[in-house]
């Protein structure tokens, strides 16, 4: 697609209970990214891909939180027994990845904003 | 650890006034610098890129400047319009072998008409 895409937009869900959130990122973009943004605050990262495989998963809060991404497309970040602290926005971005003038530069989803009651 | 710092958090200005906003890094070895705007509600849109060799970047009448020894960059945008009212965020890239930026916690930018 022309953009990075996520889905849902928005989430209500209740404590305790597990969700999924999709990253659909820009065609041909190696790298992917998932960032959180509560309320009021900066960007705090989560995870990243290069291909299907994360080097780098430092960011995950809690063994509650996991993401996978195949076909060096699609991710989808999962976050079991829902807390009410995990109520934020949920980014995602890509980037090329290695190589050329502009790689690095990274692409933003619009985010999924997630409310646990 | 880098740590990213923009001041001031928030900024009002009328509508015509030029804007400068600033971004601060600790560790001067960085792989590039990115400017993004957040509209409330949204997600980042990426405004420039700034390569650990460049000084600036241009586009339209935003300029972002870059400079890596004394570990700050700025963010000019010229003429300014009601529809410049957004967060600005700076992101710093370490490395070329690392994806991870660094963001700072963004200036909020109000245009008054």
């Known amino acids: 697609g022309a953009g990075v895409s996520q889905s849902p937009s928005n989430k209500v869900t209740e404590k305790g209970k597990d969700v999924e959130l999709r990253c659909d990122p820009i065609?041909?973009?190696?790298?992917l990214y998932w960032y959180r943004q509560r309320l009021g605050q900066g960007l705090e990262f989560l995870i990243y891909?290069?291909?299907?495989?994360?080097?780098?998963k430092s960011g995950l809060p809690s063994d509650r939180f996991s993401a996978e991404r195949t076909g060096e497309s699609v991710s989808t970040l999962t976050i079991q027994r829902t807390q009410q602290e995990d109520s934020a926005v949920y980014l995602c971005?890509?980037?090329?990845?290695?190589?050329?003038?502009?790689?690095?530069?990274?692409?933003f989803g619009e985010g999924s904003r997630l409310t646990v009651l | 650890k880098q740590e990213v710092t923009q001041i001031p958090a928030a900024l009002s200005v009328p509508e015509g006034e030029n804007l400068v906003l600033n971004c601060s890094f600790t560790?001067?070895?960085?792989?590039?610098l990115q400017w993004f705007r957040q509209d409330p509600g949204k997600g980042l849109t990426s405004l420039l890129l700034?390569?650990?060799?460049?000084r600036e970047q241009t586009s339209g009448r935003l300029n972002a400047s870059l400079d890596k020894s004394s570990g700050r960059s700025t963010l000019y945008i010229a003429a300014s319009q009601p529809g410049d009212s957004a967060t600005y965020l700076c992101?710093?890239?370490?490395?070329?072998?690392?994806?991870?930026?660094?963001f700072g916690a963004g200036t909020t930018v109000t245009v008054r008409a």
């Open positions: 971005a890509s980037s090329l990845g290695r190589g050329g003038a502009v790689a690095g530069e990274l692409f």
């Open positions: 065609s041909g973009h190696t790298a």
């Open positions: 891909f290069q291909g299907n495989s994360a080097p780098d």
């Open positions: 560790d001067s070895a960085i792989y590039n």
């Open positions: 700034i390569q650990s060799s460049q």
């Open positions: 992101a710093v890239r370490p490395s070329s072998n690392d994806y991870k930026l660094s």
